[in-house]
């Protein structure tokens, strides 16, 4: 995120990092990503970390309420801690996983409503969201998510259904459109008369996802550890290896979650296929495709549905759901 957290400065941060043993030399909000909030530290031993705060206010897929987000995003955490700890006996390295406190926590509540991580800051060239990966780097993220399929779930990996937590929201929106939204910020009225041109086609494409939803549970699928965002912002490429960031989203559901993010065609999901011995299905990686693309609209009206001002978070919120809700509704 541009905007710092409310409510978090940095000698909050610097405070928290005492938990892992680290005592900063350099402590710098980095502006980067889009949900959580950033900061990158160098230590006395010229250790370097990459520090991650999240609102739990905003993790709403993990529950109600924010000691539900905070035991999700810790069980994902552990989850990748533990999925880095079975990479050491032999698996490939692809999981940039937290470093755990002296406590053995992999993430600490951080004031009332945040929760802080730790990560060692990585070599490596950093992917964007929304890039176009080549063909060669296409074919070594299938493998490794090859791979994270085919590997024994942590006791700690949650069973995440293909429905999608923010559906109330968007419901409701839907359901509020003639009466004003003017009271919330300058993006909330334009918000409103976007749902409105379109809001046959989004309960259109709903009622799809619904229907495909309830096939795919019918159809009863075995579950695998999928991470969730696989796409090339989350991905940190080291000469030819490839690393996976961002595991909050980590939790066992289809392959077609990952995949529908990389493959690009027949090619790719053959690639798969001989790989894992698992045929991808056309109607799961459709699921999941419009699944992401409905979560997303539900959390950019959730923010311009709140107090909100003319800022680079709101406003980037705002485009990012002009586009989706067109895209969406194009293809209805």
Do not use: C
């Amino acid at each position: 995120m541009e905007e710092r957290p409310a409510g978090i400065q940095d000698s909050d941060v610097r405070d928290a990092l005492r938990a892992w043993g680290i005592d900063p030399v350099t402590l710098e909000y980095a502006p980067v990503g889009f949900g959580d909030h950033h900061w990158t530290a160098t230590d006395t031993r010229d250790g370097r970390w990459f520090v991650t705060v999240a609102d739990l206010t905003q993790k709403s897929w993990y529950g109600d309420g924010t000691e539900a987000a905070f035991r999700g995003l810790r069980d994902a955490m552990d989850t990748a801690v533990a999925l880095r700890d079975a990479e050491r006996s032999g698996r490939p390295d692809f999981v940039v996983a937290p470093v755990r406190t002296a406590e053995g926590e992999s993430v600490r509540e951080l004031g009332a409503g945040h929760a802080v991580s730790v990560f060692p800051l990585m070599p490596g060239t950093a992917g964007h969201f929304g890039e176009t990966l080549t063909p060669h780097d296409r074919g070594l993220v299938l493998d490794l998510l090859a791979e994270l399929h085919r590997t024994a779930p942590p006791a700690s990996a949650r069973v995440l259904p293909p429905e999608f937590a923010t559906r109330p929201q968007l419901d409701r929106a839907l359901g509020d459109l003639d009466n004003p939204w003017d009271g919330f910020g300058p993006y909330a009225e334009p918000a409103r008369h976007l749902l409105a041109d379109h809001a046959a086609a989004l309960r259109h494409r709903l009622d799809e996802f619904d229907r495909r939803a309830g096939e795919l549970r019918a159809a009863g699928a075995p579950l695998v550890v999928t991470h969730g965002e696989p796409h090339p912002g989350n991905l940190l490429r080291a000469g030819e290896r490839r690393l996976l960031l961002d595991w909050d989203t980590v939790g066992l559901a289809v392959p077609e979650r990952d995949l529908w993010l990389v493959a690009d065609g027949p090619d790719d999901l053959a690639r798969y296929e001989e790989s894992t011995g698992r045929k991808p299905d056309p109607s799961a990686l459709a699921l999941y495709r419009l699944r992401w693309a409905l979560n997303d609209i539900a959390e950019f009206l959730t923010l311009l549905r709140t107090p909100h001002g003319p800022t680079p978070d709101a406003q980037q919120s705002w485009k990012a759901l002009a586009e989706t809700v067109r895209s969406l509704a194009a293809e209805a």
